[in-house]
Each structure stands twice: as C-alpha cells, then as structure tokens.
C-alpha cells in the first residue's frame, strides 16, 4: 500500500550537507564510458563520485539527440522501460528517481534539464502522494523552500499516469482510502495544482474514488507500456 510522501523518509534530508555533496550522494546514474556505447549509457548503474565526472557526463550528453527527460517513481517501471530499450526507440533520458526523490535527485535533474534543454517528464502512479512527487521536483518543498532556485525544475510536465487514464484504460484500480481523499482534497488548495489541468484531474479522481498504479498498464501485456501507453502520451504532448 502507497505511503504518503512524509513516510519517504530520507536520511540526508536532515544532516546538513555542502551544495558539493547534494550533487554525487545518492545520485545512480547510468553510464560507462569505457565499454558501451554512448546512446546506452543509462543501461549500467554506476555512482558519479566528483564534479568533473558531472562535467563529463553533462558535456558528451550535449552531443546527443535526445527528446526527453523521463523521470519514474517506481523501479519496476524503470527496468521494464530500460529492458524493452525504451530510451533508444524513443531517444529518452531514464532516471529512476526512487518514490519521493531526495534532494540531490532533485538538483541533478534540474541540472541534467537545464544543460540537455530537454523536457522533463514524471511517470509516476496515479494517487495523491504521486502528484506530490511531481510537485516536489517542479515546484519544490516547504522544507527546502530557501533552496528551491537550485532544486526545483517548474517546467516539469506530469506525464501520468492520470485519473483520465484508469477511465480511458480501464486500469485495474483500488479504493481511495480516507487519507487518499483528505490529501486529494488538499491538493485542491494547493496553488502548485491551480491549472485547469489539475483541477479537472482531482475532481475527476475524487468523484471515481479509485486508485492506480503504474503496474497497472501491464494489464496489457508487459510491453504495452512502451509500445503504445508512452508513445501516445508523448505524441499527445508534442514530444517525438
């Protein structure tokens, strides 16, 4: 069962770090330099341990023709889309941002965002503690407010999976448990949900009381996921 996001505790969130240390802990990038080709690097896990393996990574991602950023809760779909070789049939940047991102996930993508100019996506799942997943890495969050320039990317574009989706997909779905609807209701409040967008999405799950998660599309097949759920999101937004 999803937690909201206060239980994605994070032990760097509470030790003071320098803005150095923000940028290489915890951050699982996938590149080798060495062995494989340069449209595979997010194929291998490795761990960028300086800023001039930063500056390496950042510069050779310049020479690439990728279309976008995708940045996915859950691990299950970050292997799914990785083993189905999503990022080369669709030129796609992968990070796996593992549920609540920490803040140095958080930095990295707005860095990786800013020097690729690429747009960036979440994929997460569709429920409360998702969108602010999503609202964590666009828009920042109050405990990190004083750093949000260096931390936010309000650009950011949620890519689903959405309330519309479990209705237009027929996803298998579970109910909205009471915390699920006093958090939905709150994110009604929030100014970082204030489009139509948002509130046409909460107010449409709201009225359904259901939930769902990103697994869900496997009700498909496994590979539904990258041959037709991604593919008509990011057509849908004018990316590919």
């Not at 699982?28 to 690097?41: G, P, S, V």
């Not at 666009?138 to 209705?167: E, F, M, N, Q, W």
Request: contains cysteine; glycine residues 4%; positive net charge.
């Amino acid at each position: 069962m999803k937690q909201d996001t206060n239980h994605f505790s994070n032990s760097n969130e509470n030790q003071n770090v320098t803005f150095e240390e923000l940028h290489i802990r915890h951050l699982k990038l996938l590149i080798d330099l060495k062995i494989k080709k340069l449209n595979n690097w997010f194929l291998k896990m490795a761990i960028i341990n300086t800023f001039d393996d930063l500056k390496i990574f950042l510069n050779h991602l310049k020479k690439n023709k990728h279309k976008c950023i995708i940045a996915i809760e859950t691990g299950g779909m970050f292997d799914r889309l990785v083993e189905n070789g999503f990022d080369e049939t669709h030129d796609a940047i992968l990070v796996h941002i593992k549920g609540q991102p920490a803040r140095s996930t958080r930095r990295f993508l707005q860095r990786l965002h800013k020097a690729s100019k690429l747009p960036l996506l979440l994929f997460t799942d569709a429920d409360p503690w998702s969108y602010r997943i999503y609202s964590s890495v666009a828009y920042g969050a109050i405990k990190t407010a004083h750093i949000s320039h260096i931390l936010a990317t309000p650009s950011a574009r949620y890519l689903g999976v959405t309330p519309s989706d479990i209705i237009n997909y027929e996803l298998p779905s579970d109910d909205l448990n009471d915390r699920d609807i006093s958090a939905l209701k709150s994110i009604q409040s929030d100014p970082r949900f204030k489009s139509k967008y948002w509130r046409g999405e909460i107010e449409l799950q709201l009225e359904l009381g259901k939930k769902s998660e990103q697994q869900a599309l496997a009700k498909y097949g496994l590979d539904f996921v990258t041959s037709t759920y991604l593919p008509d999101k990011l057509k849908e937004m004018n990316i590919g």
